[in-house]
């Protein structure tokens, strides 16, 4: 008997994973490295996230700030004005749960007011009011490495080992979260591709995810569209669902729980395939 499968609750919602979770980005941003400029009309990107639900994610993250490498930050302000119509929208008329792609306290405050149930913190939970959000809140949480910051963390980062190295930061902000009341139930990890890596430290750390769940959560990886994906596949930036697919393969056959993707009816079906498929999910 294999061990059984992890939970993952947020707030009212609780998974059993025992198949791989699809979460759709929806990026109501001006910048973004993929979709730029599509959703920044709310009726769109709510049509956008009534899409993503039907072609089958289980999970909508929905973000209004680029983190892509050398985005600069967004006024607090700004990213609500963005995104708090859409995830109001969203919560009342479209049937999946939303996660909020951001690091700033105060808009998961709101964002789970207006109806969010999962923080997406590219800043793995390294704000003690973000901590204090999630904990009081119950909200699910993904906590997520990056080495620097977004304006330069691409300008030749370094490891003497990435995996450890990777692995330490999340269990270590793991282990604070939950000594400051977030449940541990409530949480998954992420290695953060392409924060603050080079595409041969995305590449090892894609192949050892398993090493990453051995912290003891479920992981989340975020491979699709990855600009690291072109150094195999040679498309603009990954673009196209080849590489990403290539990836999510990769992801699910060395531990991955949770995709976080842009093509979600293709993810969908492939995933759905690659469950099927595996030996065991442990
Ligand atoms: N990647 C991006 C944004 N949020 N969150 C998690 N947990 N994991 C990721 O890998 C991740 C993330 C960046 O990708 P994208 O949303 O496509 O682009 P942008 O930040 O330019 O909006």
Same mark, same amino acid.
């Given at each position: 008997?294999?061990?059984?499968?992890?939970?993952?609750?947020?707030?009212?919602?609780?998974?059993?994973?025992?198949?791989?979770?699809?979460?759709?980005?929806?990026?109501?941003?001006?910048?973004?490295?993929?979709?730029?400029?599509?959703?920044?009309?709310?009726?769109?990107?709510?049509?956008?996230?009534?899409?993503?639900?039907?072609?089958?994610?289980?999970?909508?993250?929905?973000?209004?700030?680029?983190?892509?490498?050398?985005?600069?930050?967004?006024?607090?302000?700004? #990213?609500? &004005?963005? !995104? /708090?119509?859409?995830?109001? %929208?969203? $919560?009342?008329?479209?049937?999946?749960?939303? @996660? =909020?792609?951001?690091?700033?306290?105060?808009?998961?405050?709101?964002?789970?007011?207006?109806?969010?149930?999962?923080?997406?913190?590219?800043?793995?939970?390294?704000?003690?009011?973000?901590?204090?959000?999630?904990?009081?809140?119950?909200?699910?949480?993904?906590?997520?490495?990056?080495?620097?910051?977004?304006?330069?963390?691409?300008?030749?980062?370094?490891?003497?080992?990435?995996?450890?190295?990777?692995?330490?930061?999340?269990?270590?902000?793991?282990?604070?979260?939950?000594?400051?009341?977030?449940?541990?139930?409530?949480?998954?990890?992420?290695?953060?591709?392409?924060?603050?890596?080079?595409?041969?430290?995305?590449?090892?750390?894609?192949?050892?995810?398993? #090493?990453? &769940?051995? !912290? /003891?959560?479920?992981?989340? %990886?975020? $491979?699709?569209?990855?600009?690291?994906?072109? @150094? =195999?596949?040679?498309?603009?930036?990954?673009?196209?669902?080849?590489?990403?697919?290539?990836?999510?393969?990769?992801?699910?056959?060395?531990?991955?729980?949770?995709?976080?993707?842009?093509?979600?009816?293709?993810?969908?079906?492939?995933?759905?395939?690659?469950?099927?498929?595996?030996?065991?999910?442990?």
């Amino acid at each position: 008997m294999g061990e059984p499968p992890p939970i993952w609750r947020a707030r009212d919602i609780e998974w059993t994973i025992d198949r791989t979770l699809v979460m759709g980005i929806l990026n109501v941003t001006p910048d973004s490295f993929s979709d730029a400029g599509k959703f920044l009309d709310p009726r769109v990107a709510v049509e956008r996230a009534r899409r993503i639900a039907e072609e089958g994610a289980d999970i909508l993250d929905i973000g209004g700030e680029s983190t892509r490498p050398g985005a600069r930050p967004v006024p607090a302000d700004e #990213e609500w &004005r963005r !995104i /708090g119509p859409v995830i109001e %929208a969203v $919560a009342r008329d479209v049937d999946i749960p939303i @996660s =909020v792609d951001t690091y700033k306290p105060r808009i998961a405050r709101k964002a789970i007011r207006a109806g969010a149930v999962i923080v997406n913190d590219v800043r793995g939970l390294r704000d003690p009011e973000m901590v204090r959000v999630v904990a009081n809140s119950g909200a699910g949480a993904v906590i997520m490495h990056m080495k620097g910051e977004p304006a330069t963390m691409q300008e030749n980062p370094h490891y003497d080992d990435v995996v450890a190295e990777v692995k330490a930061f999340l269990a270590e902000r793991l282990g604070e979260a939950v000594s400051h009341g977030v449940a541990m139930e409530s949480t998954v990890v992420d290695p953060g591709f392409g924060f603050g890596k080079a595409p041969r430290h995305n590449t090892t750390l894609l192949h050892s995810l398993r #090493e990453i &769940r051995a !912290i /003891g959560r479920p992981v989340l %990886a975020g $491979a699709s569209r990855k600009s690291f994906l072109a @150094s =195999v596949h040679p498309t603009k930036d990954g673009e196209g669902p080849e590489a990403s697919l290539a990836a999510a393969a990769i992801g699910v056959q060395n531990g991955a729980d949770i995709l976080r993707v842009h093509d979600v009816a293709k993810t969908v079906q492939f995933v759905r395939t690659l469950d099927t498929s595996m030996p065991t999910q442990q």
